[in-house]
């Protein structure tokens, strides 16, 4: 290991173990403190909007050569400034999910076990340069108890210490431990690599930003990750589909926004219907400027289509991209997600009950959809009023992470005396 | 590395493959076929009784120079294989966890979201040379509808093997795919590194043994573990205790069995009513023939107890021995219990119900036990009816692990044409 990432090392170990200590006040910090916190932090943040947005014009001068999409993430305007100050009043709103008893039980010899939602700890957040991330990932932390160690990606490094500063007076304020949110303070990978390998003095690493950034965390990371590398969403039409129900979803899940994460990659269709709807739904996308990949039984029905390649069903389009597959029925429409999918949302449109009942039993995927569209797969859309992300993995928690996610539990046990026989 | 830990990966790749393939079946089996597979199992267990002995017995006798402790464990009699047997049966009358509705709500729109509990996936099982945990392991694993691939210690390979023979014949039997219980045909090392390695292929690794295999496994795993390291539990003394209670709590926590990670391990006690009590808790303890290891203060007041060496109140005894020390009050056991502690089960004793939730607040550790023995700290006494094991990380499960805890979730959603706007 080289100097500068020893350095790096110690720098997160010292991050690291005060995160741990404030943590222990955090857990047992009582809601109006942290939502005090939240409040003032949001003053903060319209308070140093011009400090802030003068870091982020340093950020964007420092890094003269990106491309419009990057430098469009990185960049903050007063509008943003406000919905960041939003976000974070929003997130004070939401109820506490700290302290509540998720179950309750009493045994035969008198002992009476609760089952209690507590923080998870320390929080370790990767992120691309997307300054916003930070005020967004470190409010849901703060409101569920957890410390947090917030790492951008490096040419956002001002920004993100700039709103690091007006969460921290928001902590001050509420006489909370500032140490509750930690920032990298060096733009050294070895930063993020020490992250990943902190195992005790971090206990969940979360990733936000694109395949290759979350790819890496999950490779290297020994500590445990909630995330997920792509969302790669299907929606199966299914031969009792309503065909103008179909085709509004179709063209919701596929279009409304591309570039999210439950946006709909591939169209299954049903054999019994595709010959009819096909070209309807189709001539919709294509209306909105939509382009296809379909397999051969797709351009028997509508040669004008452009042949899938190998590989493009196993794409995550997140453009005005469908790949276009016919299916024979449930069994078929779930070996090809099973064979293409990434376990994130998939949609069955039908009026049939059985079909869809042996859908959604046969997926493995985080979240399955009757009837709507796959890109309700929000934190926003379940319920949750923020979330911090997406999991696809298989434990602790899947779908939509907000405030009840960034918890674990602990058992109490109250007893009169009792002694095991 | 080298053709033999090749070999072993290529064996478990192949293990791993069939036992997800199963899984997927596993997870849509309704109950009675897994209740008959269970049954069944316990019958070819039983039939084959002189078969699993002969296999018990050329394992032993290509060990010969185990320890007693060591021997006693992989040992197989008559009663032990009747006891496998029920232990199956009693799994089979547990309710199904799978599928259970964990939570429901319809949002404004009218989109009815479900969280429903699925199973994990595929399981691995890293285990000493205890060939019943190979039983009970795949009994839970089934049950929960997980495949499970088992490696017990290579002493047990023969043992284990003749098990999973009836473990086979039980799916069979069922219609079940006898792929969703395997096991290590290898006696290579290489199989475990392996299985710790099986990101993607493997969901879960659960190591069962003592502190060596788990925090190997820990800290080599790159597949997400659930375990304890190690269960250095305190039961606290407040100054509230009742005398008589905490005489009769500290006696069955310290010695009703010492080998269990339940068991306590250092005596918490305030300064208060030290000088009172700790003589006759002592005379309690060494009257069953109980060690001591005692801080400055504690033999202050009882000056034959021996002093406590560097590193003591950090030692897991597992033996009839118990650290001391003297505290002031909740603030200094907890202080003393961060520092030492594992997060498994502590205990207070206290007739004040304000300092008792001070403490149990105050904790880390997946279980804290107000007024009764840290011994309760089991799947059996939690009234899950068997456990695979007690967790002590942050994330998914703590505290003891049953059917419940080898299950994830996943959203349905249900909608009736809805879009996103």
Redesign the interface.
């Known amino acids: 290991m080289n100097a500068l990432a020893d350095e790096a090392a110690r720098q997160l170990e010292a991050a690291a173990r005060a995160a741990r200590a404030a943590a ?1 006040d955090l ?2 910090a009582p809601r109006p403190a942290k939502d005090l916190a939240l409040r003032e932090a949001a003053r903060a943040i319209c308070d140093a909007g011009p400090a802030i947005l003068a870091a982020n014009e340093a950020d964007l001068a420092a890094a003269p050569d990106l491309s419009a999409a990057f430098k469009d993430r990185l960049t903050l305007t007063p509008a943003r400034i406000e919905a960041m100050a939003r976000g974070l009043k929003e997130v004070a709103e939401l109820p506490d999910p700290v302290g509540r008893t998720l179950s309750e ?1 009493t ?1 035969p010899n008198g ?1 009476v ?1 609760r089952r209690i939602a ?1 923080p ?2 320390v929080i370790g957040m990767v992120f691309e340069s997307r300054p916003n991330v930070a005020a967004d990932a470190a409010a849901l932390c703060l409101k569920s108890g957890n410390a947090v160690i917030l790492r951008g990606g490096r040419e956002s490094l001002r920004s993100v210490a700039a709103i690091h500063a007006a969460m921290a007076s928001g902590l001050r304020a509420a006489g909370l431990p500032e140490a509750a949110v930690q920032v990298a303070q060096t733009a050294d990978r070895g930063f993020v690599g020490a992250m990943l390998r902190a ?1 005790g003095l971090i ?2 690493i979360i990733p936000r930003g694109g395949k290759g950034l979350v790819t890496r965390v ?2 290297e990371a ?1 500590v ?1 990750v909630l995330a997920h590398a792509e969302g790669l969403c299907h929606t199966y039409i299914h031969g009792a589909a ?1 065909p103008a ?1 179909a085709r ?2 179709l ?3 596929k279009l ?1 926004r591309t570039g999210v994460c439950g946006a709909t990659e591939t169209l299954l269709i049903d054999a019994a219907i595709a010959p009819g709807l096909l070209p309807v739904l189709v001539a919709d996308l294509r209306e909105k400027g939509c382009e296809f990949r379909a397999d051969d039984r797709a351009r028997a029905i509508c040669p004008d289509l452009p042949a899938a390649a190998e590989g493009d069903f196993a794409t995550e389009w997140l453009d005005s991209v469908l790949s276009v597959a016919v299916v024979d029925g449930v069994a078929s429409a779930l070996a090809h997600i ?1 064979r293409y999918g990434s376990e994130h949302t998939e949609a069955i449109v039908t009026e049939d009950a059985e079909a869809a009942a042996e859908f ?14 796959t ?2 797969c ?1 934190g926003g ?3 949750f009023g923020a979330e911090i992300g997406i999991a696809t ?4 928690a ?2 939509p992470v907000g405030l009840e996610q960034l918890c ?13 026989p």
Chains 1, 2 share one sequence.
């Open positions: 222990a857990a047992r039980w045994r002992l076990i507590q998870i700890g195992a206990d969940l999950m490779e020994r445990p309503d129900m509004s979803i063209l919701n899940a409304r099973r959604l039993n046969g997926l493995a995927s985080a979240v399955g959809i009757w009837n709507a569209s890109q309700f929000d859309e379940f319920g993995g298989r434990l602790h899947r779908g674990t539990y602990r058992y109490h046990m109250i007893g009169s005396g009792q002694v095991r």
